[in-house]
Structures are given as structure tokens and as C-alpha cells.
């Protein structure tokens, strides 16, 4: 199975700072990834696909980026709704498998 | 509305069974990939299987193989996870999620895009 590595495990930034979330496959995906927000006590929701697809609805200040094995979630600026747990997921093979999660938490 | 709800959650046995339900409405099931995912207490989400529109193919994590049987009903626009020799590291909040469907260049990606709001499967005796 891919294993799927994120970093940080947790984060503390203010409003209006720039966030970034890495994920590193253990082999090559190609772009084969996407980015999920999950709040607390809530079911994920999906914010990027393909690595750099924004879904519908999601608010610009998000984006992803990379293929391969490295990848990037962007938040621009930080909102207090941002306060979140994400995951990045990838669709290469089966089983599909899921980063650890990073934690965000507002200052 | 859109919207996706499971039911069939509960408390069951070591070696027990339970069938998970995700009923839909609002849209039409039938052309979409459609997958479990669970979420231990305190812990990360992991993927558990996916059934394909017609139900003709599934692929489902090891650690369930043998044990969980993902299967739909698309006159019913539903789909169910039978669990069964439940353990229990079983224990955990189980999510269906939609495929809503992203290709781009006539590559399709994965794309969850519909989540129910999950029901707790707790296995302890």
C-alpha cells in the first residue's frame, strides 16, 4: 500500500497568515490526489482533486499543487472557519490510503 | 435537497454483524462510484471499499477482506456494507461518500464530493 506522510502533524497560525500543508507519497502518484477538510464532529469535505482541481464551492484561498510524490495544500490567508483537521488522499491504486491529518488551529 | 444518509450503526459483539444502509435523495445514485470510508475515535480516516455504478466491481481494504461485503441497490438508490466476524478495531464512525466525478483530459480522478454525516459502529463485548 502507498503511504501517504503529511506534515506538519499541527499548526497554530493567525488570521490572514499563509498556511502550508505538505504530503509525500512513498512512490509516484502522478497527480493522482486529492485534499479534504474535516471539522470537528463533522463528515470531510472535499476542497481539491486531481492535486490542483479546486471543487466547486471551495472558497479561492485554498488551492493545491505538485505530482509525484510531493504535494502542496495552500490556505492564502487563514479565516477562523479554517479551523479544521486536513487530509490528503490519493486515487493512484488500491487500497487508497490517507496522510495522517494536520491539525490547524487558530491563534 | 441533496444529501446522503447511513443508518444501521450500533453496538455489536466481538464476531457479530451489523449492515450499514446509505440511502440517498435528491439525486440519482446510479451513476456514481461510491465508497466507505470509517474514522476510529480520536483517530485519522482510513478508506474501507468502493463499489463501481452497476455494481459490477468492488475492491475493499485488506484488513476487511473476507469479512465486509459492499454491495448497492440502484432501484432503491441506496448502498450497504454488510460487516460480519466484526473486531474490535472495527470500532469506528462509518462515512459513505459520493463520487461526484472529476475528469479532466479524459482522466477520471476521485473526487468525494457528497459525505453523509457518518454512524458509529462500536464492537466490544
Known amino acids: 500500500a502507498i503511504r501517504m506522510t503529511q506534515s506538519p502533524s499541527s499548526l497554530s497560525a493567525s488570521v490572514g497568515d499563509r498556511v502550508t500543508i505538505t504530503c509525500r507519497a512513498s512512490?509516484?502518484?502522478?497527480?493522482?490526489l486529492g485534499w479534504y477538510q474535516q471539522k470537528p464532529g463533522k463528515a470531510p469535505k472535499l476542497l481539491i482533486y486531481a492535486a490542483s482541481s479546486l471543487q466547486s464551492g471551495v472558497p479561492s484561498r485554498f488551492s493545491g499543487s505538485g505530482s509525484g510524490t510531493d504535494f502542496t495544500l495552500t490556505i492564502s490567508s487563514l479565516q477562523p472557519d479554517d479551523l479544521a483537521t486536513y487530509y490528503c488522499l490519493h486515487d493512484y491504486d488500491y487500497p487508497r490510503t490517507f496522510g495522517q491529518g494536520t491539525k490547524v488551529e487558530i491563534k | 435537497e441533496v444529501q446522503v444518509v447511513e443508518s444501521g450503526g450500533g453496538l455489536a459483539q466481538p464476531g457479530g454483524s451489523l449492515r450499514l444502509s446509505c440511502a440517498a435523495s435528491g439525486f440519482t445514485l446510479s451513476s456514481h462510484w461510491i465508497s466507505w470510508f470509517r474514522q476510529a475515535p480520536g483517530k485519522g480516516l482510513e478508506w474501507v471499499a468502493n463499489?463501481?455504478?452497476?455494481?459490477?466491481?468492488?475492491n475493499t481494504v485488506e484488513s476487511v477482506k473476507g469479512r465486509f461485503t459492499i454491495s448497492r441497490d440502484n432501484t432503491k438508490n441506496s448502498l450497504y456494507l454488510q460487516m460480519n466476524s466484526l473486531r474490535v478495531e472495527d470500532t469506528a464512525v462509518y462515512y459513505c461518500?459520493?463520487?461526484?466525478?472529476?475528469?479532466?483530459?479524459?482522466?477520471?480522478?476521485?473526487?468525494?464530493?457528497?459525505w453523509g454525516q457518518g454512524t458509529r459502529v462500536t464492537v466490544s463485548s
Open positions: 512512490q509516484g502518484i502522478r497527480n493522482e
Open positions: 463499489i463501481k455504478e452497476d455494481g459490477s466491481l468492488t
Open positions: 461518500a459520493i463520487d461526484t466525478g472529476a475528469c479532466i483530459n479524459r482522466i477520471c480522478y476521485d473526487a468525494y464530493g457528497i
